[in-house]
């Protein structure tokens, strides 16, 4: 099955900096990766997406970018704020298959610091 | 729309206990999710269902049932509580439309502490 690897576990830049954070998946049939917000005590919100025929999505401060040869995929943070101070998680699934179930990371701790 | 909505927000056990967590969306998902969230951990699934009538086990299944009787609602049994399943649980619904978005909603969560 699918397993979803995600790095740094956690990361920590000045405000306004950039923030990227790394995950790769195991199998290729896998065709969307959607990215989740979860602040403390909160659910875990989608911030971004992306489908397996696009290489890079971008909305404002953050994009992702795809490489299915490699099977890899990373989050781009740009201009980090510190309401950017969340957990981000990662996931893949294949769309459209049997299951169809997220497959997560395990996620990444991001603080930014004032 | 209120979305996915879950019941209780927090709940102490007993070891041994039994409870329900509720789970409803309203907008007309077929697919729906149970995860646990440990202190610090990322999502492993519980059980998911596909639609009314059909359920399925996930990654961690034991100690846990499901059942899915109709579209908006799916209910996660807790049989004889232990301390290991103190956790974070959420409940997901996403749209099986294959033309539509693929998000996955969240719920806001039930905190449960089993003593």
């Known amino acids: 099955g699918e397993n979803v690897e995600q790095h740094p576990s956690t990361l920590s830049v000045q405000e306004g900096d950039s923030a990227v954070i790394k995950c790769t998946y195991s199998d290729s049939a896998s065709n969307y990766f959607p990215w989740y917000k979860q602040e403390l005590g909160k659910r875990p919100q989608l911030i971004i997406d992306?489908?397996?025929?696009?290489g890079e999505k971008k909305d404002q401060r953050i994009a992702v970018t795809l490489n299915k040869t490699a099977k890899h995929f990373s989050l781009h943070i740009t201009e980090t704020q510190p309401e950017d101070s969340a957990v981000y998680f990662c996931a893949a699934m294949n769309y459209g298959g049997s299951q169809g179930n997220l497959i997560f990371g395990k996620g990444t701790k991001l603080s930014v610091k004032p | 729309n209120a979305g996915v909505t879950q019941t209780p927000k927090f709940r102490i056990l007993k070891i041994g206990q039994s409870m329900t967590l509720q789970c409803a969306q309203d907008m007309n998902h077929n697919y729906m999710y149970w995860y646990r969230q440990d202190p610090g951990m990322g999502l492993k699934l519980i059980y998911y269902s596909v639609g009314a009538g059909i359920t399925d086990k996930g990654e961690v299944p034991n100690g846990y049932n499901v059942s899915r009787s109709t579209t908006e609602d799916f209910p996660l049994r807790l049989e004889l509580a232990a301390p290991s399943q103190t956790s974070v649980y959420f409940c997901?619904?996403?749209?099986?439309?294959?033309?539509?978005?693929?998000?996955?909603?969240f719920g806001p969560g039930t905190r449960l502490t089993v003593l």
């Open positions: 992306i489908r397996s025929n696009v």
């Open positions: 997901a619904s996403r749209s099986s439309s294959s033309g539509g978005a693929n998000e996955q909603f």
